[in-house]
């Protein structure tokens, strides 16, 4: 969700869901770079790209939508909705300050549904596309819980889940971006690079492994 735009005091970070999406991918560009011959980084890129979908879909969706509902649950969506056509009478909802974010592949299903994103901004949402998310989703989840007998990973698997993932993301926010005027400069070029080079190193990839 959006942050507040008030300067922030020098002990105190602050950010906002562009610059979140650009860190995310920036970073993803150089794990990728490492991952043929650092294998540990395809954890921190496979976690990396699932929040870039995230965030790319969170940028689309928040646009023109000032609480932010359409990235939430239904039932706090109805809650703001209803509070803002009372003419916000009464205390501010808890859901305005601590909104409940729907999952992961419910965003990216919401990004695909003309009713919360209109065309052409709307993502040419497919089945495959729906289910490379979802696995790549299970495989971020994997890696953030403990196992003390560790993981073990197919990695011959992980290169075409994380190009989906960025053709998500560049039809979000270099195609066809809806929030551009909330994001920093150069912001959708600097996305278009960074998903460049994740492209190149995960065509790369397979070649390196067939070798």
Known sequence: MAMTADPPTPHHFQTNQPRELLACVEHAAELADKAAEDHGAWRWLIIAMTLG???????????GDEFGTKGMTRADARIVTRWTKSGRHGPEPLAVREPRIVSPLELLRRVGDPHFLRPPFQLPLNHIMTEAFDDLVDLRNTFLHFSEDGWTVDLREV???????????????????IYLRH?????????????????AAMEHYPEEDAA
């Open 53 to 63: 979908v995230q965030n790319a879909c969170l940028c689309a969706l928040d646009h």
């Open 159 to 177: 290169p075409p889940l994380i190009l989906n993932a960025c053709t998500v993301i560049r039809h979000l926010s270099v195609t066809q971006p």
């Open 183 to 199: 994001a920093g400069p150069r912001h959708r070029e600097r996305v278009a690079a960074a998903l460049d080079t994740i492209e």
